[in-house]
């Protein structure tokens, strides 16, 4: 598709997206522009005609009076209609579009496979984009607004010019295709400006973000970063630098071209000089066209700034929407199956055979071979060294990954085979890395709305935080379960510590009924005497379902019915505490060296 055809295509759609959420301001909004668009040809031209022929020629007060009384009601109802729309009727609309907008763009972000959130090409191009969407449908509609209104004003005046003189038509029609092939050359220019400066202004947008985002305040208290840092921004501060040295020259000549020789030269000097020898040594026009003809042309003057400017205004929505298009018309790979399977209720076998994985744009598999079998309610425990593989194998349980060679089976049948969103209903998971919201703490427990009114819900999560262990802190919360979490939106909204915080992950594990408890790393920031006592509750509270855990502390593996010890992808050792440290390998090893630790400690 040609590029031409690709803006238009993309703004149409963006343009057809406002119509169909928000129809009544779109017509209204192009309606009140076309409106302007006429004022500034009937009067810009016709009144000034009308009045200055009435003074000079036929001395008549009548027409000058109906003229300024059309001019006045005119102007009036416009500006009472303008002022309406844009302050009352247009806010109110807005807010319409952007709420569709972002939460078609918030379902889509959701079903899109979690893999494409790790894939920084995609999530440069799309993610991003889909982030950035406030405002931008409204603007597509504000650029045709614009182009309508200038395409009236400057054909308007066209056709005037066309009747009252058509000789000068001549020079205008020079001077704007002069001016236009200038300004679509200066856009290339300026584009490859950008471009060039693009990634130095990300580089410096990241290097100021690592300076205020709490994220890094502490690493940029107690090192040395700071200079690095320093270092690479002025460097990428001096390069900007360059890129405005190499191309501010060919900018400005082409401003001047456009600004001063076609316009100010051609079409307001030249062509004022010529109108006034016809008028004055001619007589082939009158004071009346005079002043219209020339006041037209200068109104024409940056109404044609504006038509181009809508014209590059669509131009850089195409990239935008281009983009955002992109990320729309993502399909998931993990797409559910037709005819879904149903989902069994109580816990079931989960078994993995000959199960390997690779990252996309990863040479390396990081799971080889994995073979496991998970029988209902058994307490598996997962331990190994950094980057074993464990978290990996979590999430392919989770299918937030589908595997790359071999096969995970729920009840008899492979996990393809449920909906992804039933499937993963079967699990209680406190992530390793878990976020807490800015929302309340019953929501971020529940992780869904929760009414303060509903009483059996409150004590539902009352419950799990007991069991995560957090009752006590509860207790000392002077809003209890409506306490607000980050200072995100509140200066009252409650931190956490990091073992708090992690606490509040660990009830979301419990709080709905599942079949299965994941929990990665549940209580790393734990002390490891709270570890212990914690994990024993939770193996304790989790009764009758199926628990994987994750832990780097082999005292609380004791616990577990079965363990797998997993390096480089693989698992190398399977079986019971006792079996395993009869076994003398790996995992005694490891063992006994933590449990040295704690004894000398
Ligand atoms: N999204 C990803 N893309 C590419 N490689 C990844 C991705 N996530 C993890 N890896 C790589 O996979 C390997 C296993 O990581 P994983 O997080 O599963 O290990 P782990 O055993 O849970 O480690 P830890 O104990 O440190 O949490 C690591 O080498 C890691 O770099």
Not at 489 to 502: N, P
Request: net charge neutral.
């Amino acid at each position: 598709m040609g590029k031409r055809a690709e803006i238009i295509r993309n703004n149409w759609f963006m343009l057809g997206y406002v119509f169909r959420v928000v129809p009544r301001y779109a017509v209204v909004h192009l309606f009140m522009q076309a409106l302007f668009g006429l004022f500034d040809v009937m009067w810009g031209i016709l009144l000034i005609k009308l009045v200055v022929d009435a003074v000079t020629i036929s001395q008549s007060f009548t027409p000058v009076l109906l003229a300024a009384g059309g001019y006045l009601l005119y102007g009036s109802l416009i500006q009472i209609a303008a002022g309406y729309v844009y302050e009352i009727f247009a806010p109110i609309q807005l807010q319409k579009l952007d709420k569709a907008m972002q939460e078609e763009l918030f379902v889509k972000a959701i079903k899109m496979d979690y893999s494409r959130y790790h894939n920084p090409e995609f999530f440069n191009q799309f993610v991003w984009a889909a982030s950035q969407t406030e405002g931008k449908a409204a603007a597509v509609l504000d650029h045709a607004a614009a182009l309508l209104k200038n395409i009236i004003t400057v054909s308007g005046i066209l056709t005037a010019l066309l009747v009252l003189n058509p000789l000068g038509v001549v020079v205008v029609l020079v001077g704007m295709a002069a001016r236009f092939i200038i300004t679509v050359y200066s856009n290339k220019v300026r584009f490859r400006s950008e471009l060039e400066s693009k990634p130095l202004e990300r580089k410096k947008s990241y290097i100021s973000r690592v300076f205020y985002l709490p994220d890094y305040a502490k690493e940029l208290r107690t090192s040395r970063i700071a200079a690095p840092l320093m270092d690479d921004y002025g460097d990428a501060n001096g390069a900007m630098q360059q890129v405005v040295r190499k191309y501010s020259p060919r900018i400005i000549v082409l401003q001047v071209l456009n600004n001063y020789v076609f316009r100010v030269l051609l079409m307001d000097g030249v062509y004022f000089a010529y109108t006034a020898y016809q008028v004055i040594v001619l007589h082939t026009i009158s004071y009346g066209t005079f002043a219209a003809v020339t006041n037209g042309v200068w109104t024409m003057g940056w109404s044609l700034n504006n038509l181009i400017d809508s014209v590059t205004a669509f131009q850089k929505n195409n990239l935008y929407i281009r983009k955002l298009r992109g990320f729309l018309e993502e399909e998931p790979q993990m797409a559910d199956s037709s005819h879904p399977a149903v989902m069994p209720e109580s816990p079931k076998e989960i078994k993995l055979s000959n199960v390997s994985f690779t990252y996309e744009n990863s040479g390396k598999p990081t799971l080889v071979d994995i073979n496991m079998t998970i029988r209902p309610k058994e307490k598996i425990a997962i331990v190994g060294y950094n980057g074993a593989g464990k978290s990996t194998l979590i999430k392919l349980l989770l299918r937030l990954y589908d595997v790359t060679e071999g096969e995970i089976v729920y009840d008899s049948k492979n996990i393809k085979a449920y909906r992804a969103e039933d499937y993963r209903a079967q699990f209680g998971v406190a992530f390793q890395d878990f976020q807490l919201f800015a929302a309340s703490l019953a929501e971020n427990v529940w992780m869904d709305q929760v009414a303060e009114g509903d009483r059996e819900l409150n004590a539902r999560v009352v419950q799990a935080l007991h069991k995560a262990d957090f009752g006590e802190r509860l207790s000392r919360l002077n809003r209890g379960l409506q306490t607000e979490l980050t200072r995100e939106f509140s200066d009252e909204g409650q931190i956490f510590s990091g073992g708090e915080a992690q606490k509040i992950a660990i009830a979301r594990a419990f709080v709905r009924p599942c079949s299965v408890l994941i929990l990665d790393e549940p209580s790393s920031a734990l002390d490891p005497i709270s570890e212990y006592n914690l994990n024993r509750a939770m193996l304790e509270a989790a009764g009758d379902k199926t628990v994987i855990f994750i832990s780097h502390r082999l005292s609380t593996t004791r616990l577990a019915d079965r363990i797998y010890m997993m390096e480089h992808g693989k698992i190398i050792e399977s079986g019971s505490h006792d079996e395993l440290m009869r076994l003398n390998g790996s995992y005694a090893h490891l063992f006994q060296l933590q449990a040295g630790r704690y004894q000398t400690a």
